[in-house]
């Protein structure tokens, strides 16, 4: 059974089917309505019995703006921010980003709290509605992403993956057209930089050193500038809490980690363990892509590997990162209705979107089996071409 309907062209322009549409449109109707009532319980100050994570990121802009920037990497002195906002609470929240990234927190620290929340969970949202839109190819891009049930976890708490998600899939997007665009956005998803630890091998292995040069001179700008602006000390106090950023501090829920390190630790495995597992995949993972943008395989195939690539070599994976799995979808959807889709590739992409849905209630690595059911599915593309080649080697 597939999710569209195939034109004579191999697929090309497929439509959704009827019970495609219903079941997006669903999925729509739910995120509407469950973030609809949360933000009526005054979601903007907290969620499931804590803060929204966006507290901090509004938190660390207003002392990057009283001149305090260092301080944000004290969990104490953000504390007493974050509270004054959304009131006492108990738990740690701290700001795990390099300082280059205070330059958007600053800017929204210039807002009420409240107003704040709305212009980056909304702002960021239409970047990424834009992208997935632009990526598929077509207006049904836009309904797809606001049906992707990863979004409701970044609406909930305020986080960066909407952002993170534009980013990635605008540069990859771009990447073939507009290299030094791509490379761009690249360079600004430096804030987040154990997602983008992949696209060096990828863009160094396809050849693609304008964009690849671009990524690093926009990097390092940035590092300058933050520097500039808010001093060496910033640098300094933010280089003690990469560890903890890294969950490796055994302090956290191990449930809510969707990762190969999140799995091993989960299922009662040692930090030493979980990051030898961890290392492996990624080095696999790495290798993979690196054949692979050498390969001539389809873009699509290339851009969907890259980006859930991205998502399993990470240690640091939450719930709501999981919005950057629409990239490879998008991807996987638009060779779809350029070229065919393969038996039971909608069937799979409907399956790791459910396994997203269901992690309210079960609370275990859903989202980590989501993310290697599409790593399953671009392998099959992989394979898919190269049987097809050779098939193509016998008959010649």
């Known amino acids: 059974m597939t999710g569209y309907e195939m034109s004579p062209a191999q697929g090309a322009g497929a439509k959704l089917t009827r019970p495609a549409e219903l079941i997006c449109f669903a999925l729509l109707v739910i995120n509407v309505v469950y973030l609809a009532a949360s933000y009526a319980r005054g979601l903007w100050l907290e969620t499931g019995g804590g803060p929204t994570d ?14 305090h920037a260092a301080a944000a990497y004290d969990w104490p002195s953000l504390k007493a921010i974050d509270e004054s906002a959304v009131g006492p609470f108990n738990g740690y929240l701290g700001w795990p980003y390099p300082p280059t990234f205070l330059f958007a927190a600053a800017g929204l620290a ?54 993170t998600a534009a980013l990635i899939g605008g540069t ?6 507009r290299p030094i665009s791509a490379g761009i956005l690249l360079g600004l998803l430096t804030y987040k930089p154990h997602l ?35 001093g060496g000390e910033s640098w300094q106090a933010f280089a003690p809490g990469i560890g903890h950023a890294l969950v490796s501090d055994g302090a956290a829920d191990w449930g809510k980690l969707q990762s190969a390190f999140g799995l091993v630790r989960a299922l009662g495995g040692s930090d030493v363990i979980a990051w030898a597992v961890q290392i492996a995949v990624a080095i696999v993972v790495a290798a993979a892509i690196a054949l692979l943008w050498r390969s001539d395989a389809a873009y699509e195939i290339k851009a969907a590997a890259l980006s859930v690539g991205a998502l399993l070599a990470t240690p640091h994976l939450l719930t709501y990162d999981l919005v950057v799995l629409a990239v490879p979808l998008a991807f996987l959807i638009r060779l779809g209705r350029a070229r065919g889709f393969l038996p039971h590739e909608m069937a799979g992409i409907g399956f790791a979107c459910l396994l997203i849905l269901i992690y309210p209630f079960v609370q275990a690595l859903v989202g980590f089996a989501a993310v290697v059911v599409v790593a399953v599915l671009v392998a099959k593309r992989v394979a898919e071409k190269s049987g097809r080649a050779g098939s193509t080697l016998k008959v010649s």
């Open 196 to 230: 983008g630890l992949l696209f060096p091998v990828a863009l160094i292995a396809a050849g693609h050193w304008r964009a690849f040069v671009t990524a690093g001179i926009v990097a390092v700008l940035m590092v300058a500038a933050a520097w500039i602006a808010f």
């Open 54 to 67: 966006f507290v901090t990121i509004w938190a660390a802009g207003r002392m990057a703006l009283a001149g």
């Open 172 to 177: 990859l997007m771009l990447l073939e057209r």
């Open 110 to 163: 210039l807002m009420p709290y409240v107003g704040a929340f709305a212009l980056w969970v909304f702002g960021t949202f239409l970047a990424y509605l834009a992208t997935i839109r632009s990526i598929v190819g077509d207006r049904v891009g836009y309904f797809l992403a606001a049906a992707f049930p990863a979004v409701l976890a970044n609406f909930l708490v305020g986080q960066t993956s909407f952002l």
